[in-house]
């Protein structure tokens, strides 16, 4: 599963010859955050590009404020706290002079708006530069349609919390080529990970399953009366999980675990991973989880780091 599928095109010229030194992460989102703070964990320079300033300076504000929870841990040092936030800078504007060699769209966008801004990112990036589509309902072929350059892009999808991950799925589309592929597994190994290439069907493997038992505990609190915090202990004690499926959404993000289990029950027909009233009540109240510090559960600062 972890190596280059047969089918994949391999005999691409290979546009992609720069050094990985430098990588973009499109979002300011939890997962963008993280995922731009490993990179940088593993001595890589990272241009989060965010919409606005104050997005952007609330992104670096939850950075350092992470990476100091981490030093008091003993988990880093103060020095390399200061290391890491130097090699993460965050942008509002697509410049040709940050010369990144890989980019990771984790906008957050779905549907036909994610093909448009994936074909804004194909329009501003320099052709060398591969481009990786964080996904979860949506398929790459869905997210590279209008692009003019899909031999470019490859899939991926990282679960929360990224520090704490071993494996990433990857996937790619009939066009992707071996070269680009193999860029993004040297990052993902770079940054100790293993690499899983899996078909490109919406949800695949991490987010089919999620979404499936996410849904079930949500009927469980509702018909049984047993309060979140019960469930997910619960669950957690009996299949040995970091976080319980409650928790995992609220780290997720409910909106965005609401549009998983819309895109996956449309694409395989499955009207029981429709999302559940209880999700959409939190969401239209804008409980989202972690980050608006209340959605299953209610979280402090602390509650938020690691």
């Not at 100091?68 to 290391?83: G, L």
Request: proline share 5%; net charge negative; aromatic share 8%.
């Amino acid at each position: 599963m972890s190596g280059t599928p047969a089918g994949t095109p391999m005999n691409v010229p290979n546009p992609h010859n720069r050094a990985l030194e430098s990588i973009a992460v499109i979002g300011c989102s939890r997962l963008a955050r993280e995922l731009a703070t490993l990179a940088s964990f593993n001595s890589l320079k990272v241009f989060l590009y965010c919409e606005t300033e104050q997005l952007a300076d609330e992104a670096m504000a939850d950075i350092q404020q992470e990476l100091d929870f981490k030093v008091s841990r003993w988990t880093i040092s103060n020095a390399e706290s200061k290391a890491l936030i130097a090699r993460i800078h965050a942008k509002t504007e697509f410049d040709p002079s940050h010369n990144v060699s890989l980019a990771f769209d984790c906008s957050g966008y779905s549907g036909d708006e994610r093909a448009q801004f994936v074909s804004s990112l194909d329009e501003a990036f320099d052709p060398s530069v591969v481009i990786a589509c964080n996904l979860s309902g949506t398929t790459l072929a869905d997210a590279v349609k209008l692009a003019k350059r899909p031999e470019r892009f490859v899939g991926v999808r990282f679960m929360p919390p990224v520090w704490k991950a071993d494996v990433v799925e990857t996937f790619t589309v009939e066009k992707t080529s071996g070269a680009a592929y193999d860029f993004l597994r040297t990052f993902i190994e770079k940054v100790g990970m293993n690499p899983h290439l899996l078909e490109d069907v919406a949800g695949n493997v991490s987010a089919r399953v999620f979404s499936a038992l996410f849904i079930e505990t949500v009927k469980i609190i509702e018909q049984q009366n047993i309060e979140p915090a019960a469930a997910d202990e619960l669950i957690k004690d009996l299949f040995g999980m970091r976080f319980g499926p409650l928790e995992m959404a609220d780290r997720i993000g409910l909106d965005n675990v609401r549009d998983w289990c819309e895109r996956i029950a449309e694409a395989h027909g499955r009207e029981d991973l429709r999302p559940p009233k209880l999700l959409e009540d939190l969401v239209d109240r804008m409980s989202l989880g972690l980050d608006c510090g209340r959605g299953f559960h209610s979280y402090d600062d602390s509650d938020k780091r690691g």
